[in-house]
């Protein structure tokens, strides 16, 4: 029900800051995330090897939550929640009602939906980020280059906050 209010194309109940939020969050994660951890490489490391060390830590830290994500993904192939609001009416549960002709915000991909493939990258790079640093606590700059987002930059003073705001954008696309 949160999805069908909030993920809805038209006629949602998303606020226009959330429709930039899930904007925000629409483009490709690893592009995404490895710009900002060449941001924070820039701004807090000054040792090659440092920085090395951590681009590796964080991507190997990534693939691996690729690969359990899409391991989980054709282990439950679980429905997306397109099929799921517009077929409600046949999930043997009398509490859902189906809308045929329910849309999401942007198009949705042809895999299954759990488990995210976007968190499980989010959380193993900003995990990783927390753990080299020591600390989840540190501002940070992600960019999108999602061509709809009108906040191009945002702005973090922690990890964790940078992963519970992927969460919230994958209910709102």
Do not use: C
Request: no cysteine.
């Amino acid at each position: 029900d949160e999805v069908k209010r909030l993920g809805a194309h038209d006629g949602s109940e998303r606020t226009p800051e959330q429709t930039d939020l899930a904007y925000f969050w629409s483009e490709n994660f690893f592009a995404q995330w490895n710009r900002a951890l060449r941001a924070i490489a820039d701004a807090r490391i000054t040792r090659i090897g440092d920085s090395a060390r951590l681009f590796a830590l964080a991507n190997m830290a990534t693939a691996d939550a690729v690969i359990t994500s899409w391991d989980s993904k054709k282990f439950f192939n679980f429905w997306r929640p397109v099929t799921a609001i517009q077929l409600a009416d046949t999930d043997g549960n009398s509490r859902t009602i189906a809308d045929p002709n329910w849309q999401p915000l942007i198009n949705t991909p042809n895999y299954p939906d759990y488990t995210s493939g976007a968190n499980n990258v989010t959380g193993a790079m900003t995990k990783a980020l927390a753990l080299f640093f020591g600390k989840d606590k540190m501002t940070f700059v992600v960019t999108s280059n999602a061509p709809q987002v009108m906040q191009k930059t945002r702005t973090y003073h922690r990890f964790s906050e940078a992963a519970r705001e992927v969460v919230e954008a994958r209910i709102l696309l």
